[in-house]
T-cell receptor, first 114, second 111 residues
Framework: ETGVTQSPTHLIKTRGQQVTLRCSSQSGHNTVSWYQQALGQGPQFIFQYYREEENGRGNFPPRFSGLQFPNYSSELNVNALELDDSALYLC?????????????FGPGTRLTVT | GIQVEQSPPDLILQEGANSTLRCNFS?????LQWFHQNPWGQLINLFY???GTKQNGRLSATTVATERYSLLYISSSQTTDSGVYFCAVVIIPDSWGKLQFGAGTQVVVTP
């Protein structure tokens, strides 16, 4: 158990819809990173939030957006869903935003877009 | 961009066997983590090992940062060791903790 929780566990949406995924970080951690894992591949970095601000972003379009709240929990929002957005979405929390901080992952949200 | 290559891509072991998984990376790193992904998708932290050697029970890992590789050793494998093993790194030029993953090694341990 990492202490990182995500909701919901599974989600089915239709192409064009919008979705919000949620993540609660481990106690004492102020940084949350989001990753997308397509079937059969390694996770890909989407973005990182540190103290309520986006700290870095991977190669994902602007329809992927996020928020971090004062308690350091975070949301990932995806607008105008496409079939290729079907994936496992993982969040990771770390003590701070440093490169050397170990990241701990939640159980993931499995999104299916039909 | 950085390349993180894991080998072998697949590994089938009989229970009790030993194995070595390898991770090569193309840039200098200051964070390297090994994970085990279980069938439900949960990534479990095995080691945080940017350099040196660590052991945890039947698992051990070694990272030689100057030669840009890391090894994960599984000894006396058990069926519960089955799953995908990922190596992930943060490269030194990145200004934040962006983990870059390899494609993973799928391990199947048979009784």
């Amino acid at each position: 158990e990492t202490g990182v929780t995500q909701s919901p566990t599974h989600l089915i949406k239709t192409r064009g819809q919008q979705v919000t995924l949620r993540c609660s970080s481990q106690s004492g951690h102020n940084t949350v990173s989001w990753y997308q894992q397509a079937l059969g591949q390694g996770p890909q970095f989407i973005f990182q939030y540190y103290r309520e601000e986006e700290n870095g972003r991977g190669n994902f379009p602007p329809r992927f957006s996020g928020l971090q709240f004062p308690n350091y929990s975070s949301e990932l929002n995806v607008n105008a869903l496409e079939l290729d957005d079907s994936a496992l979405y993982l969040c990771a929390s770390s003590l701070t935003r440093g490169q050397t901080d170990e990241q701990y992952f939640g159980p993931g949200t499995r999104l299916t877009v039909t | 961009g950085i390349q993180v290559e894991q080998s072998p891509p697949d590994l089938i072991l009989q229970e009790g066997a030993n194995s070595t998984l390898r991770c090569n990376f193309s840039d200098s790193v200051n964070n390297l983590q090994w994970f085990h992904q279980n069938p439900w998708g949960q990534l479990i932290n095995l080691f945080y090992i940017p350099s040196g050697t660590k052991q945890n029970g039947r698992l051990s890992a070694t990272t030689v940062a100057t030669e840009r590789y890391s090894l994960l050793y599984i000894s006396s494998s058990q069926t519960t060791d089955s799953g995908v093993y990922f190596c992930a790194v943060v490269i030194i030029p990145d200004s934040w903790g962006k983990l870059q993953f390899g494609a993973g090694t799928q391990v199947v341990v048979t009784p």
